[in-house]
């Protein structure tokens, strides 16, 4: 039965006196027949729909190289972090380590998004303007300015781990001169390069990212630090990984923290996509192995064993790159039901007018 906002202006009805049918004992009418005291529902229950059954918001043509790029641009920029620390504090191998991990995961990541645009001249065409008001634009030059000097570190590095048999000629002591700067550059872009991705994802009309775009950065860096962590623990021995150590925990007790509260502050309905299917169980293994991986760099930190280390370093990056898939599916999965559009989009108009803002539209999102 429906019921409108007008019903509480009609009077009262009278109530109906109920006549039996000659012939029953009692009255009242014969079995299976309707006494007129029960109303039906004239109108079936709303099923929503879309026009010719075609997505309200129109899915992103992102597929799996952009997963690898969320995930490899969150492990170099913790790496870079992790390695400028380990610059300050001398040690050297996890210095070497982490940076050479950095410039390669940028690589790596910078190699995945040219993929997924198709020609290497997109990825150039980025450069051309810088528009703050664009996540994407803001992400590309931080992205390249972060690669410039984590390149720059590494190169240095490589070049005396190969007793500088690098064909530097005279750029040597330039080299040696620009090092720590560049290193520097890459720590203070460490972090933008590991939160722009969460807020690139949360700043558009799918009904997932942008429901969880209060949160997101927080989790993506959370799993940065964890994944960058944990790539430092397998890389580098146990005696010297006592920084990665502590990130690798910290991360996957953030990470763990962070995704708890995205998941209870967005709207119930929008979160669905990301406790259901394959985005579901991503997820909910991606929190199984951050906890594995942090409580086996505890145990890494007591015993000092290489293979625990090595362990639980995997398993943290594993957590982290299903973080990124995950998410990064259930978002594109919450476009192909119109439910996961406007029912959060009738609540957020409800709870506007409820505050007293009554001059909008059923479009306007908060």
Request: proline letters at 7%; one cysteine or more.
């Amino acid at each position: 039965m429906t019921v409108s906002e007008f019903d509480s202006y009609r009077p009262p009805e009278k109530p109906r006196r109920r006549r039996g049918r000659r012939g029953r004992p009692g009255g009242g009418p014969r079995p299976g027949a309707l006494d007129g005291s029960r109303e039906m529902a004239m109108v079936p229950e709303v099923e929503f729909s879309s026009y010719y059954n075609r997505p309200i918001v129109k899915a992103p043509p992102w597929e799996s190289p952009i997963g690898i790029y969320l995930f490899l641009g969150g492990v170099a920029g913790g790496s870079a972090l992790l390695g400028f620390g380990a610059q300050l504090t001398g040690n050297d191998t996890l210095r070497r380590n982490s940076r050479i991990s950095a410039v390669g995961a940028a690589s790596l990541g910078a190699g995945a998004l040219v993929l997924d645009l198709g020609r290497p001249e997109r990825f150039l065409n980025m450069f051309r303007t810088l528009k703050v008001s664009s996540p994407m634009s803001v992400g590309s030059w931080i992205l390249g300015a972060f690669s410039a000097g984590a390149g720059v570190a590494a190169v240095a590095d490589v070049d005396r781990m190969t007793g500088e048999r690098l064909p530097l000629g005279p750029l040597r002591g330039l080299l040696r001169l620009m090092e720590a700067p560049a290193a520097g550059v890459a720590a203070v872009c460490a972090a933008p390069l590991a939160a722009y991705t969460g807020v690139l994802l949360s700043d558009t009309a799918n009904p997932t990212w942008n429901a969880a775009k209060e949160d997101l950065s927080f989790v993506f860096v959370s799993s940065a630090s964890m994944a960058a962590g944990g790539l430092a623990m397998v890389t580098t021995p146990v005696a010297d990984a006592g920084p990665a150590r502590v990130l690798a925990i910290t991360g996957a007790a953030a990470e763990l923290v962070a995704d708890e509260v995205m998941e209870r502050r967005m709207d119930p309905v929008a979160a669905e996509p990301l406790h259901h299917g394959a985005p579901g169980t991503m997820l909910r293994w991606a929190k199984r192995l951050s906890a594995v991986g942090g409580a086996g760099a505890v145990l890494a930190s007591v015993t000092r064993s290489r293979t625990v280390a090595v362990a639980s370093g995997a398993a943290l990056m594993t957590a982290s790159a299903l973080t990124r898939f995950g998410v990064l599916h259930a978002g594109l999965e919450s476009v192909h039901d119109p439910r996961y559009v406007i029912e959060p989009q009738k609540r957020r108009l409800e709870q506007r007018r409820q505050r007293g803002v009554t001059d909008d539209s059923i479009t306007t999102a908060e």
